[in-house]
């Protein structure tokens, strides 16, 4: 069973985010604020629906004849090595730097809590790494993942179903 692009605006309006519809494919668009940067975020749905893409739009940039190329993509392989959800691609042609995650939606939807999951994990997971491939980029030396914040033990996006497991609020907001 797929989803209806219909669906996916419900959901996120439940988060309470606010986003631009593409108006020839079935994109939708939003901004979101974290620790560390601003982000603009595209989630794609693809093949009738049977498939859900989230994806940064000019997330980082480090062109193929940078001097710390190498310590980069060393770094997005551990990156994808240690994540489950988010991946890391850079593009040899512009050098651009994205993150993405992909739901396969064959034979179910995706439920809010599913989405609000989706969403928790990927924002903070981008913001954080978004730091440590931004001074790998100045220095060519991989900082570390950066320490959690105190004021937020866990995670809650927008206002979306329920809250975090920890009961927090996120360092995530919609700009």
Not at 47 to 64: I, K, M, N, S
Not at 127 to 154: F, Q, S, V, W, Y
Not at 162 to 174: A, Q, V
Request: hydrophobic content about 40%; aromatic content about 10%.
């Amino acid at each position: 069973m797929a989803i209806q692009f219909d669906r996916l605006q419900e959901l996120m309006k439940k988060e309470n985010l606010r986003f631009f519809i593409a108006p020839d494919e079935p994109v939708l668009q939003f901004k979101i604020a974290g620790l560390y940067g601003k982000y603009d975020i595209m989630m794609h749905l693809q093949e009738d629906g049977r498939f859900l893409q989230f994806r940064t739009v000019a997330y980082l940039q480090c062109p193929a004849d940078h001097p710390q190329l190498a310590a980069v993509l060393k770094l997005l392989a551990y990156a994808n090595y240690q994540k489950r959800f988010v991946k890391f691609g850079w593009d040899p042609r512009d050098g651009e730097i994205m993150a993405y995650a992909d739901l396969w939606l064959m034979d179910n939807g995706v439920t809010e809590e599913q989405f609000h999951c989706m969403l928790g994990t990927y924002m903070p997971t981008i913001d954080a790494a978004a730091l440590r491939i931004g001074k790998t980029i100045e220095t060519g030396i991989d900082p570390g993942e950066p320490a959690p914040p105190n004021h937020a033990p866990g995670l809650a996006v927008g206002g979306g179903p329920g809250t975090s497991p920890g009961g927090g609020t996120t360092p995530i907001k919609e700009i």
